[in-house]
């Protein structure tokens, strides 16, 4: 406890006396060990919030947390001491000439505040900030994508509102290697390499296929030919018997005129 007492009083004088003072080598930045997907990408990597290591007593007003991303090789070594630090360290790498070859090879982002990163008895150490989330970057202080296939080293840095001053920073993480893109053309897609669980799933849906399809053109074949049209009855009923049918006789008699023989006497 005492050991405890002498190591704060010390960070509270070489913080009074204006010179940013180093985190014990005990907290060092790194990656997030929780199993979340995409942890290191082609251009993004989660790390660890920095939870309960700031002493944001030493702001005034309120304090910014920044992330430092640099290039393992040359990007560290360029890097200014921690004496020289002054406010137009800030500005001095832009994000879109960081990594070029005459860039400085390192930028930083502002990951939050003193309120983003507050320490309490209930806080969940589970928080994870993702370095290289911006992809419409294009300014100094912004975070965004990583080049793939870069090896880069982060650190954390404490200043106050204004980004005047430096309060406080962190070792730098180990070295953090970000994926390299596979070409497509380098992607085997012989059926060889195919699961067996993956080789009978697509035979059966495969054979399947087929039996529809067989019987979609015979179900065309019936309906063409007529099969399933309605047969036509052409025979015809008898008639009901109704019993004895009684017609009538009807007689025709010709009516034949007789002239009538007029016979004429003569008087003597």
């Known amino acids: 406890m005492d050991l405890l007492l002498w190591v704060l009083l010390a960070v509270s004088i070489h913080a009074a006396a204006g010179q940013p003072t180093t985190l014990s080598p005990t907290f060092i930045p790194q990656i997030s060990s929780f199993n979340y997907p995409g942890t290191v990408s082609v251009t993004t990597f989660q790390m660890k919030e920095p939870l309960c290591f700031f002493n944001f007593q030493l702001c005034s007003n309120q304090c910014n947390v920044w992330a430092v991303v640099a290039s393992a090789s040359t990007g560290v070594a360029n890097f200014p001491s921690l004496n020289s630090l002054t406010s137009s360290f800030f ?51 912004c975070n965004g994508p990583v080049p793939p296939n870069t090896v880069v080293r982060v650190r954390y840095l404490l200043s106050d509102s204004l980004n005047t001053k430096i309060f406080q920073v962190t070792p730098w993480s180990s070295p953090i290697k970000l ?20 080789i009978v ?20 074949l019936l309906t063409c030919s007529g099969y399933f049209q309605g047969k036509e009855d052409i025979s015809t009923n008898n008639p009901t018997a109704l ?8 007689s025709f008699h010709q009516r034949t005129a007789t002239p009538s023989t007029t016979t004429s006497s003569a008087d003597p």
């Open 91 to 141: 500005t001095s790498s832009q994000y879109s000439a960081a990594f070029q070859a005459n860039g400085l090879q390192y930028y930083m982002a502002t990951v939050g505040n003193a309120t983003s990163f507050t320490c309490t008895q209930n806080t969940p150490l589970n928080g994870v900030i993702r370095i290289g989330s911006n992809p419409t970057c294009t300014g100094y202080n």
């Open 243 to 250: 019993g004895p049918v009684s017609m009538k006789q009807y």
């Open 179 to 198: 994926v390299t893109p596979l070409d497509y053309n380098s992607i085997d897609t012989w059926f060889g390499k195919r699961s067996g669980g993956m």
């Open 201 to 220: 799933i697509t035979s059966i849906l495969s054979s399947l296929t087929g039996i529809l399809l067989l019987l979609l053109v015979a179900m065309f």
